[in-house]
């Protein structure tokens, strides 16, 4: 469905995750991060850069591979993402919400 | 003269004697060399053995353990339904005689220089690899598990001590909040914990001491299993037995002092006993080789079973990084479907693209009953019946008690038929779509 955010329309999934990536950009991140209570700075945004990142080279994502990157501590990206860190980032970062393994 | 005369020799033979001569030969001798000799390495050299021409293959295994245990035992262990000695055996019973059976920890792989190094200074030259090493529990991963209190308030029940442990600490338990937990995904067999739970309901109401124990699943998950329908009906199931659910809990460590798990966000579960399934691994081997993910899992093609870095080396079982069960049933139809790959790789044919992630795996849910469920990669477990469409006689997602006498079952299919590499009868690799709801699960 659509929705629109920032003055862009874009489509996102039921949830509210984008479902195309090549419609994000940081003015949509800001807005989706506010709805989700979150006010975003340079520490927020490393995390995003890293998990578009991530997602561009289509590595799994994972609190472990988080706590490995060596961007962030995990008691940090909880704090900056409160409740769902991976969930919340995922969103604002226009990614699909990272599937639960098998 | 002499040249003459060898030429005449030669001459007269007939065709076959340079043919069998020369394969004949060791040193030109081809070898196939599996590593790991769990589920999927014993499968993969019984199903190898019959269809490598003997006269050109040669087969080795490689296993550092001498026990062969049957995992899916380690569950019903800690509720004394098993006995020690019914989960495990000699594993070279299972190995096929003409295979060569090293009992040697394994020190290194070399893929360029098609070579495998083990402990004592042996080489062992490959053509062709089949990396079969399993995945193993990594309590140490969690600060505080594998601590003091580890098999004794803290326990494990994926290995054969923590499972042995674990009975024992039930069988003179008085009570108290018992916590299952999963420490973070992929884990082996990812149905267990929630049989865990169900197995510990039960046992406890026999016992006529239920109203004395709290029992409470921890998961880092959004719900009880990984695919929504399933998870639904997992859910009410917990809801009836009276266990409570604590989800999306990314544990950071045990205080083993104060008997709490604390997440990294701050929430605390109070234990008396701690049954968790630690981070799982692949092996050390893989990571020394460099051929390792983050968890050390050999990143394998999804629906041919070659690594992706090594056109000569194939993976199953759990030391892959596929995105499938880590379960013996999904490592028995890999197996089915590599032993044809491994065929046409020899042969110079295209691998054949069609391993679909096929799992099959019972759920134990107490009471003498059990559930079903059969799903691939892209279908999640359905209702329906199995394994003959509209007649079962197991129910797929249901409660029966049929089901549970097939898992019992099992057992013995398992040392008899499965491991043996023959085949189970109306079972196949890929999933069949007959006999299911599909359409009930896309409402």
Redesign the interface.
Known sequence: MDKTIAQATVSVDQEGYLTDFSQWNKEIGTEIAKEQGIEMTDKHWAIIDYIQQKFKEEEPL????IK?SGVID??E??ALF????LKKATMIAGIPKPK??? | MCPKLTIVIFADLPFEYFYQSKSHNLDIMKNLVILGAGTAGTMMANHLIGKLPKDEWKITIVDQYKTHYYQPGFLFLPFDIYTTDQVKKKGSKFIPKDARYIQEKIELIVPEENKVQLEKGEELPYDILIIATGTKIAPEEVEGMKGPEWHKSVFDFYTYEGAKALRDKFREWKGGKLVVHIT???IKC?VAPLEFAFLADSYFKNKGMRDKVDITFVT???GAF?KPKATQALHHLLTDKGIKEVT?F?I?RVDYENNKIID??ETEVPYDILVTVP?NMGDALIERSGLGD??NYVPTNKATLQTEAHENIFALGDATNL????AGSVAHFEAEILTENILRYIKGEPLKEEFDGH?NCFIETGDGKALLIDFNYTHEPVEGTFPFPGVGPLNLLKESRMNHMGKLAFRWIYWNMLIKGIHIPFVSATMSEKGKHFEETEA
């Open positions: 994972s609190i472990r591979g490995k995990i008691k990206f909880y409160p409740g769902g860190p639960s393994c098998i | 973070e995904m992929p990812p880092p998950l959004g990984t999306d990314n950071e990294y966000a981070t983050d968890l995105p499938a069960s880590k799992a």
